[in-house]
């Protein structure tokens, strides 16, 4: 092979498994493994790296490559193997699950090593009727393994027995290497991220991750004139006694029992989050369907207000409650500072109701 490229040697000094098989290769006919896999080592560089993304970029340039016809990356998941990323002739069987026990890509988890169907029709290690339902004559399954754990498989399908060649394999088994890694890097980032995004005593999310949705839902509807939500403001009333009373520990266990009620009473588009201390906020998705929001509002406020158990016996807490109307012309924080001064007015009147 010639001189490296500046492409090349960042990619290999990121990483030295690649160079080393660079070496390897020299001028064999197989340099196109190389070439794909630097390919795809810069597409993932370039690309938004989450474990979606890593999926699938390598799904689709390892078909390509090996000119499979079908290719997926398939997630061992609570004893079954579920489709996720998919390429080609296999593209929309996202989500199809296969026992691990009784099939190729459970015994390829269990075992570590990649294996190789000739001809599904005459091979009891596979799912035959799986194979059927996809047309998996012939197939390579690699397992896309970190460390000591195997994550999944990478495999590519043909329509056809004997369709894969010696240096298909090899060029999976190279691929499968550096992307395993990915993956273990792009879903601890995920992890990250979604960490960031949470209040850890509650499980809600956070006002950071609230006043995110909050603002994406404005820019969606920008120059719309309809409301697009209903934001709510809660702050708990007599949560204070409480924590003078019994601690914080006891505070803790009430502010849990309230996110768990807060998250078991939205529906799927809502988002509720716990904005700091003993105050709470709810994203109430658009008002144009039933239910309407407002009165969700009023059964969520009931179900806050109902006693719960704890450590030290039956509590309640009372809540106040403003809402703010959101509009596509609104701020996010602009919405959150409406509601909340609407809560302190509820509050108010709560605290001094009219005779």
Known sequence: MGPLTVAEYWIFAREPALFHYHQRVGDDPSVATLQTIIKVQQAINDADITADAVMKIVVEQGRIATGAPGAVIELAEFGEMVYTATSGSLAGTEGLRLSMSGSMSGECVRTGEILISEDTETDPRVDLEACRRVRARSMVVVPLVDGNRTQGVLKVTSDQPHAFTDDDVDLLEQL??????????????????????????????????????????????????????????????????????????????????IGQRIAATCRSDDLGARIGGDEFAILLASTTYPPDPFSLRDRLLDVLQREMVTSVGPLTVGASCGAAVVGGADLAEAVLARADAAMYADKRTRSHPQS
């Not at 995920?190 to 995004?197: L, N, P």
């Not at 708990?236 to 266990?253: R, S, T, Y």
């Open 176 to 257: 499968a290497q550096f992307i395993a890694k990915a993956l273990a890097r792009a879903n601890v980032m995920d992890e990250k991220a979604h960490a960031a995004s949470v209040d850890a005593l509650t499980g809600l999310a956070n006002r950071a991750a609230f006043l995110a949705r909050l603002e994406s839902m404005i820019s969606a509807a920008a120059g719309d004139g309809n409301p697009v939500a209903v934001a709510l403001y809660i702050d708990l009333d007599g949560f204070k006694p409480i924590n003078d009373i019994h601690g914080h520990a006891v505070g803790d266990e009430v502010l849990r029992t």
